[in-house]
Every structure is written in structure tokens, then in C-alpha cells.
Nanobody, 127 residues
Framework: QLQLVESGGGSVQAGESLRLSCVAS????????VAWFRQDSGKEREAVAG????????YYVDSVKGRFTISQEYAKTTVYLQMNSLKPEDSAMYYC????????????????????WGQGTQVTVSL
């Protein structure tokens, strides 16, 4: 199975920035859709952003548009999530997920769509 490794989480104050990384080995060869999800304690897992390695298209949920940027680096098989203007409500465990194929507008945000998951990296934003 595909192995995904997240990094870059930490504790910051509101308004500061973090950049998360997700490293794998087959994004380019298999044309993966890769997405970031987050889950806070006792809450449902929710999608944050997605990117297609096949065509480079990106997707975001409304709550992070204008603050978060997802990008891919083909040579390093890495997906990044640049998070600016962080808010306390952004605090969560952040996971990257992948599935072979395109990211479709009606599917990318559904957790059941993905076959591979990382272990997560914790983000904590305080006032």
C-alpha cells in the first residue's frame, strides 16, 4: 500500500502561519488525487483542500479559501498545505489522503473516496 507521511504541524498563535507537507512515492506515476482533511476531538472529519496530480487542479472548502493554499511538487512527490492567518477554529489533527485517479468536484471532499491515509500532524492555534 501507498505510504503517506505528514509533517509541519505545531502550536502557533492566531494570525500566524504553518506549512504542512505530505510525502509519498507514487503521486506522479499513478495520477493521484491528494487531499488534506482535519478532525478535532469529538467532531466529524472534514475536507480542507485537494489537488490533482493529473491536471494540477485545486479544490478548497469555503472556510479556508483565501487563507490556505494547496500545491504539489512532482519531483519530490510532495503535497503542501500553506496555512496563513490561522484561527483557533483551525486547530485539529490534519491528515493527508490519496486515491488513484482524478479529483472530481463532487467527490474530492468525501473521506470514503480515498484509499490511503497518513498518520496525521497536530495543529494547535491559540489566542
Amino acid at each position: 500500500q501507498l505510504q503517506l507521511v505528514e509533517s509541519g504541524g505545531g502550536s502557533v498563535q492566531a494570525g500566524e502561519s504553518l506549512r504542512l507537507s505530505c510525502v509519498a512515492s507514487e503521486y506522479v506515476r499513478r495520477g493521484y488525487c491528494v487531499a488534506w482533511f482535519r478532525q478535532d476531538s469529538g467532531k466529524e472529519r472534514e475536507a480542507v483542500a485537494g489537488v490533482s496530480f493529473l491536471n494540477g487542479r485545486t479544490y478548497y472548502v469555503d472556510s479556508v479559501k483565501g487563507r490556505f493554499t494547496i500545491s504539489q511538487e512532482y519531483a519530490k512527490t510532495t503535497v503542501y498545505l500553506q496555512m496563513n492567518s490561522l484561527k483557533p477554529e483551525d486547530s485539529a489533527m490534519y491528515y493527508c489522503a490519496a486515491v488513484a485517479g482524478l479529483c472530481y468536484e463532487g467527490q474530492w471532499y468525501q473521506s470514503e473516496y480515498y484509499d490511503y491515509w497518513g498518520q496525521g500532524t497536530q495543529v494547535t492555534v491559540s489566542l
